[in-house]
Each structure stands twice: as C-alpha cells, then as structure tokens.
Nanobody, 114 residues
Framework: VRFVESGGGLVQPGGSLRLSCVAS????????MSWYRQAPGKERELVAA????????NYADSVKGRFTIFRDNAKNTVYLQMNSLNPEDTAVYYC????????WGQGTQVTVSL
C-alpha cells in the first residue's frame, strides 16, 4: 500500500490549491478515502472523506463550504480542492483509506501566509 501526495505549496490567505493523492497496492475503487492534516504541535485530524464510488462526502466543520473532495477511480487518485484558504489551514496533508491508520505517505505541505 502506497500513497503519494502532491500539490501543496505556499499560498496567500484567500487563495486556492488542489491536492492530489495517487494510491497503489490495493483496489482503490473499493475503498472510501479520506484526507487528513497535521499542523505543527497538533494531532492529525480528519478533513474530508469520500465514498468508494464518490457519491457521498463528509467534511470537518472547519473546512465545510471551502474544501471539496473528489476522486477518479480510473486514475487511482483522490483530490482535495481547497478554496478560501486561511492561515489555520497550514499543515501537512495526507490521504488514507478511510478507517485505516497504516502506510501513511510523506504528505504534502500547505502553508497559508502573506
């Protein structure tokens, strides 16, 4: 099982980023997927989740209305579109199979700052 996250970077408040996560080593289309984030000095938290077929999504209250999770099962890829970013969104972002806690990728750093 492997996850490769990308798309992070430095962005000003109010800006947007799109994160990507390419998964391998399992049958991607049969698993719900989630995005997590971990800010410095804080525990990893769930940001968004999407069902295996993509029909159902859930979001943390802190990102609801600003972030959108979606997936392309043909590409074994899950995405996180992040709009209206603010400094509190600064963190390393990871993808993971929903409900699993093993085989974390390296994550992608998102920094929101002037």
């Amino acid at each position: 099982v492997r996850f490769v996250e990308s798309g992070g970077g430095l962005v000003q408040p109010g800006g947007s980023l799109r994160l990507s996560c390419v998964a391998s080593g399992f049958t991607f289309s049969t698993y719900a997927m989630s995005w997590y984030r971990q800010a410095p000095g804080k525990e990893r938290e769930l940001v968004a989740a999407i069902a295996s077929a993509g029909g159902s999504t859930n979001y943390a209250d802190s990102v609801k209305g600003r972030f959108t999770i979606f997936r392309d099962n043909a590409k074994n890829t899950v995405y996180l579109q992040m709009n209206s970013l603010n400094p509190e969104d600064t963190a390393v972002y990871y993808c993971q199979r929903t409900g699993f806690k093993a085989y974390w990728g390296q994550g992608t750093q998102v920094t929101v700052s002037l």
